[in-house]
């Protein structure tokens, strides 16, 4: 065990957000989960979508999916199921949906506000959309959209198409939480060769190190993708994550850095992502 | 034959209550040995309809079936709040799902019927997930502390701050019966689990006083002798 953590909490008072200042008092001292909701309100919009670069790579003030699905993925993470703020992101990301059940990746008012180059607004729809339906069947909230989507997502995967890159990540998010076990197993069974031999795969496009690693893929025991990895490739992948502790304490994410704003922002959340997968994995006291 | 039986992992949002979802396609001609586990499941016995199989407290057989059969495992102390009465009211029955639900579910024989065989499991498992049911956090922390090998009830309801007496309500309400055969149940668990074949070796390990006593629980259990057991036990998810 050589996970520092009092300095992994000394870099998130030095460097992160409120926000990531109340998930990690939740995540290591069970603190109460209303002055993390009080923190996540603060980038809501009155239509019941999430922006202010919540999402730090999409920095307008304007709902985006890429922030309401940061602000599901920080409520879940704190097993918050029955605040109103998820049933009204719910209704939201149902209301910018297209016609195919799919939903853009960045919306049009990302125009003229700072974001990165990979996020251009467009009208098809993305992959954040098996993200949404992954994290939306998790919270049981959005019955009437989450049909539409999960059929696109069904399409997308069961077409002759094969997935890569962070599409593979958020199609496994999906498959993990849509309650479908059999064709679930079988879609998952199809993207392994999409994997490498260390469970990896090299991002294309991105940075000269940027791969995504069984833990991105699957962050906590018990999950259905876990029958991607073997036990070694787990362990592997959890001693990296172990060693990627940097010398102030926090983590840090490999994706191009295009903003010093961003790139600490995304250090803040590295860091209580990685200590959440790591005590889930028990590498972690608890 | 053992390819017919299936486990899937259970989808994000249930695994505080689902163990596994299951399938088995193969068409049984032989009566089936069914014994304790600690969990309820809702099974779909094909033609018999949909039922919720309580928590065993002893051995049971069950007839051979004429059509393949797909459920869904509650873990221990996930049942009582999943079926909206306490777990005791099926022990060591089955009864039909809409006894327990009404009919306020749109899970019904007539749409597990009609639906797909490969769409069941998932109908089943988006009824449970509607239930949005939370087990119960005491009977949760009793069952782990229970199936430590040293386990003593008295002791695990004085760690947990409350009365032997509370624990064992709290218990039979979301699982079907009482600490003291939960804590049987996981000590035979434990016993499958631990493979190896010195039978006094494993006796010990899994936390029984003696050979005689493993022998006597198992027994009472299964209805078997602990080498006639063991020769075919396989470890189920709960």
Known sequence: MNIDIDAARQFIHANGRVLE????????????????LTALRAYRNPDGGFGHALEPDVRCPGSQPAATLQALEVMLEAGVTDDPMLDDAARWVAAVALADGGVPTVLPSADGHPRAPWMEPG????????????????????????????????????????AGGYTVKFAID??????????????????RPALDADGCLDVPGGTENERLTPLDFSPHPGLPSRALFTDAQIRADLDRLEAGQREDGGWTVEYLQWSPGAALDWRGIATVLALGVLRANGRLAS | MAASY?????????????????????????????????????????????????????PHVVEPLGSPTAGIRLRPGAAGAVLGIPASEVRDQQVDLSLVWGSGTDLTPDVMSA?????????????????????????????????????????????????????RRRTTDAIGYGPK???????????????????AVRAVLAGYASQAHMTEEVGRLTGLTPVRFLKDARLTAA
């Open chain 1, 21 to 36: 200042r109340h998930r990690l008092a939740t995540l290591l001292d069970g603190a109460p989960t209303e002055p993390l």
């Open chain 1, 123 to 162: 009208d098809v729809s993305g992959f954040l959309t098996f993200a949404l339906a992954g994290k939306l069947w998790q919270a049981g909230v959005g019955k009437g959209w989450l049909d539409a989507a999960s059929e696109w997502c069904w399409r997308e995967l069961e077409g002759e198409e094969p």
């Open chain 1, 174 to 191: 999906f498959l993990d939480a849509v309650p479908d076990p059999p064709r679930a197993a079988a879609a998952l069974e199809r993207l």
């Open chain 2, 6 to 58: 299936r486990e899937y992992a259970s989808p994000r949002g249930l695994e505080d209550v689902v163990g596994c979802l299951w399938e088995n396609d193969w068409v049984r001609l032989e009566p089936q040995r069914v014994v304790p586990d600690g969990c309820v499941d809702l099974v779909w016995f094909g033609s018999s309809g949909l039922k919720v199989v309580g928590a065993d407290t002893g």
């Open chain 2, 115 to 167: 639906a797909a065989p490969s769409r069941r499991l998932g109908l089943l498992a988006r009824a449970v997930l509607r239930r949005r049911a939370t087990p119960d956090p005491l009977v949760v922390a009793a069952a782990r502390a229970l199936a430590r090998p040293d386990a003593r009830v008295g002791r695990v309801a004085d760690d947990l701050g409350v009365s032997e007496r509370q624990l």
């Open chain 2, 181 to 199: 055969t939960l804590a049987r149940v996981a000590r035979l668990r434990r016993l499958i689990a631990l493979g190896g074949d010195e039978l």
